[in-house]
Structure formats: C-alpha cells, structure tokens
C-alpha cells in the first residue's frame, strides 16, 4: 500500500510547480490591469483631452482577458492536479482489495488485518488527497510574495538606507564635477556626459544652458546622488560624494524641479516636509519668503486647503511658489533648480523668479534654464554641448 504515497506526492508537486508558473501569469496580468488604472485616472485630463477613454479602456480589458485566460488555466492545472491525486486513491483500493483477497486466500490474513492497513495507509492519502485543493492558493501567496520579497531583498548601488559615510562638520558648498563620463542604465550605449568638469564655488550661482538633451538635468541628478558616473568624480566641499553619508547630503541640498511633486494633503503639510519640526511661524516665513503667502490667505483655509492629487486644485504658479517654500524652509547649503520657470507665465514667472533670487543669497546655485530671465543675475554661465562643455562666460554684476 506504501506503493501509492509516492505517486500522489509526485502528482501534487507537478501539479503545485504548474500552478506556480499560471499564478505568476494571473498576477502579472491583474498587476498591469492595475497600473493602466491608476495612470489612467491619475492622468484622468490628459486622457479625456486627448479622447483616450477608448484606448484606456481596450488596454485594460486587453490585460483583463489575459487574467482569464490564466485563470482558466490555473483552473484546469488545479483539475487536474486534484483528479490526478484522487485517481491514485481510488486505483489504491483495487489494489489493496486485490492484494489484501490474495493475502486471506493464500497465508491466512484475516478481513480484520486487511481493513486496518487499508484504512491506516489511504486515510493518510486521503489526507494528502485534502490538501491538493489548498496547493492553488499557497501557490498564489507565494507568486504575490516572491515579487515583494524581491523587491524588498534587492541591495541597490546607492542605498538611501546605508547610514555610513563621512559626515562634513562645516558645509561650505562647494560643487565640482570632474572629467565625468556618464550613461544612464536604461540606456547604457548612449553618452549623456561626455568628460565633464565643472566648479561652482561656495555661495555663487552657476547656470547651465544648452539643447535639450545635452546633459543638463543629468548633472542636477549626479549632485544629488540619483546616479554614480561610470567614471570621474563629483565633489562636495573637495570630497567624493560616494565617500559622504547619503542622507547628510541630501539634508544639505534643496531641490526645486520644473514639474513640483505636491502630495495629496494640505499646503502647511507639504511645505513642512522640508523640515519635519517646522513651527507654524517658520512655514509662514517660508511661504513669504517663496511671495506664496498672498494666495494661502485669500484661500478659503488659509494653510489647511487641500491642494488636491498632484496639486492640480492649484495653479502651475502656486505649485512653485510652494515647492519653493519648502525648498526655504529646509535651508539647504546647496540649491539645485531645474527650470523651476519653464512652465509659468509671464506674471507667474515674474513672481517665482523674485522668490528664487531671495532664495539663491550666500547659497551655492546651479540652475538648468532655458530663459534669459531665469539666467542674468547668476555670477557664471556654462553652456553644454553632447555632454561637454562648449564654452563658460563670468558675469560681473555692476
């Protein structure tokens, strides 16, 4: 009777390995149904300006099919698998009847003896038998946790986690990239700095300008730590960033991008998350500072409004001057603007542009610009080629 347990265990665990493979597809599926849903409706303006309801709809029912299929599939493997299971059972009983005649017949077995092996021996089958239908969803807890386990367990270059590395007692802020070679590792082939340098000294402003897709935005990332280059050196206070605490760095840098991300939480939250221990005074403070105080008050809850997903209950403006807000309120030794005015009208830009020079006093600047306006009260101007460096022009300020 011993003959059986094997088989039925070879059955589950080619059923179990089957399973595992069709649940990773239905995951995948549900897990892309899932982010066209998401994008669709976070992006909910641009798709109905566009008439891109259709489409959205098509690449989910696309996606959702997909689950249906795999489903099925699971559901046949799972049929399978149990069927499998409970047919090596059932052969079990011929063959212990069969066997068991054969023992009464030949060497005196009694009925007694027969039925209590084959009870013993198929009620734990049996057993075995139960639990194939609960195979399908160990199986699926395991697809759905190998991807977050993996991604949990995955050890990146730059950990934003590692606590080690120097910590600078004295901040000067000094900026330098020396002879850098960078490619980012989505596109590995292609050069996006090509043996850089440059030097922005403490309390100066440095703005770069150039084509789109020369290199600008790239060296903003490479000073905050987004990236490591491939080769050469970037320098804070004369010391390679990699050799500094990753999170002492980033405390020292304030970062105003051209598309400011604000959380779906009110203007006091998301201008305190420069400074977790900000007092309601040193917000109001930025916020003047950042000329962002005379829309909050005309607001109908003042610091308390929600600014919606995305802040889009605000203006393209309003968002600025509150990214710049909690730019200020974090006090950086280094401020990084990446075409903070490249979206703004006139007027707005005007506005945003007075808040960004109060800003930019006794800090160590780099800006990526476009505009003139954005670019003539820096002390250097650097223009960017293919990844180098064309030409720099010193600016004296009369």
């Known amino acids: 009777m011993l003959t ?5 265990a070879i059955a589950g665990a080619v059923s179990a390995q089957l399973l595992t493979r069709v ?19 976070g992006s909910i303006r641009t798709v109905v300006s566009f008439n891109g309801e259709k489409k959205a709809i098509e690449m989910y029912n696309k996606f959702i099919k997909n689950a249906y299929r795999t489903v099925v599939e699971e559901g046949l493997v799972s049929g399978f698998g149990m069927g499998s299971v409970f047919c090596i059972i059932f052969s079990s009983y011929g063959l212990a009847f069969w066997y ?7 060497k005196g077995y009694t009925g007694g003896k027969i039925i209590t092996v084959l009870f013993a021996v198929l009620t734990g089958a049996t057993s075995l038998g139960n639990a194939t239908p609960s195979i399908s969803a160990i199986v699926g807890g395991q697809s759905a946790a190998y991807r977050l386990f993996e991604t949990i367990e995955r050890k990146p270059e730059i950990d934003s986690d590692d606590t080690s590395g120097m910590i ?5 802020g000094d900026v330098e990239l020396k002879d850098v070679y960078f490619s980012y590792p989505a596109r590995p082939g292609q050069l996006i700095l090509d043996g850089l340098s440059l030097q ?10 150039g084509e789109s897709g020369s290199g600008k935005s790239t060296v903003i990332s490479l000073v905050e730590r987004f ?9 804070i206070n004369g010391v390679n960033i990699k050799n500094l605490s990753l999170d002492w760095i980033r405390g020292n840098i304030g970062l105003v991008s051209q598309e400011p991300s604000l959380f779906m939480t009110s203007i006091k939250d998301n201008i305190i998350y420069g400074k977790e221990d900000a007092t309601l005074e040193e917000i109001k403070r930025a916020a003047e500072l950042a000329n962002a105080a005379s829309f909050i008050d005309r607001l109908p809850n003042g610091y308390n409004t929600l600014v919606g997903q995305h802040g ?5 403006g309003q968002k600025q001057r509150i990214a710049i807000a909690r730019a200020i309120l974090k006090d950086p030794k280094i401020l990084l603007l990446d075409e903070a005015t490249s979206a703004l009208d006139v007027e707005s830009e005007r506005i945003v542009q007075e808040a960004l020079n109060r800003m930019m006093v006794e800090r160590t600047t ?17 223009v960017v080629h293919q990844g180098k460096i064309v030409e720099q022009v010193l600016i004296k300020h009369w």
Do not use: F
């Open 168 to 172: 600078l007692e004295n901040i000067k």
């Open 227 to 235: 990236y490591d280059p491939q080769t050469g050196e970037v320098l």
């Open 200 to 209: 922005v000294v403490s309390g100066t402003s440095m703005a770069i300008v």
């Open 366 to 382: 780099l800006i990526v610009a476009h505009r003139l306006s954005t670019v003539r009260n820096v002390d250097c101007i650097t």
């Open 4 to 8: 059986s347990l094997p088989l039925i």
């Open 100 to 106: 068991g005649g054969k023992l009464i017949i030949d």
């Open 312 to 316: 889009t209950l605000l203006s393209g």
């Open 23 to 41: 649940s990773s597809k239905r995951l995948t599926s549900y897990s892309d149904a899932a982010d066209t849903v998401e994008l669709t409706i």
